[in-house]
């Protein structure tokens, strides 16, 4: 007997139904939508950031553009986002209409590629920023962020968006593979 004074058989306490609660695994589901769709929110942010980041500066005559598509790094980082972005919306969608355990296991098999891709993504684009900020003394390599102060600001605020994103992600795999042993 519970303690409200309504008896629960065997069944239905090991289904997780406790008063007419629903089931800890719905629970599980609303959370790995909200973690998807943080990392959703994330990863637009981190490509908006970067795909209107540009800056111009003149010195006498000259105009020097800096670019996030002048960096192949930048390019994949760019890329990398914009898969993420639109493949979590629709993962969390999905996830919350159907919680059939095939499209569960799929949706966590691709979280962990995407959550891969983000990272790497992200981390390729953070050694050439570190870069542009430090510069490489041996091959003569100068540190470009003290001119193009604003667009390093940006890319380090795109930069922080993704791997917030990756976080999001990488967590939510943690729950869809504990939710689901199985999947991987």
């Not at 010195?59 to 930048?74: C, E, L, M, Q, V």
């Not at 600001?153 to 967590?171: D, E, K, Q, R, S």
Request: proline fraction near 3%; charge should be positive.
């Amino acid at each position: 007997m519970s303690s409200t004074g309504t008896t629960l058989s065997a069944s239905e306490g090991d289904k997780g139904f406790r008063n007419g609660a629903a089931p800890a695994k719905s629970k599980s589901h609303s959370t790995i939508a909200l973690l998807r769709l943080l990392a959703f929110a994330a990863t637009l942010s981190a490509f908006v950031t970067m795909i209107t980041n540009k800056q111009k500066i003149t010195i006498g005559p000259f105009t020097r553009w800096s670019k996030w598509h002048y960096s192949d790094a930048f390019m994949w980082f760019v890329v990398a986002n914009c898969i993420a972005f639109i493949y979590l919306l629709f993962a969390a969608i999905l996830g919350l209409i159907s919680h059939s355990p095939m499209l569960v296991k799929h949706l966590v098999i691709l979280d962990l590629i995407v959550s891969y891709m983000l990272f790497s993504a992200a981390s390729a684009a953070t050694a050439v920023a570190y870069i542009g900020k430090n510069g490489i003394s041996q091959p003569g390599w100068t540190a470009i962020c003290g001119v193009f102060e604003r667009y390093c600001h940006h890319v380090a605020g795109a930069l922080v968006a993704c791997f917030l994103g990756w976080l999001f992600l990488t967590i939510a795999v943690f729950l869809g593979m504990r939710r689901s042993p199985a999947a991987v």
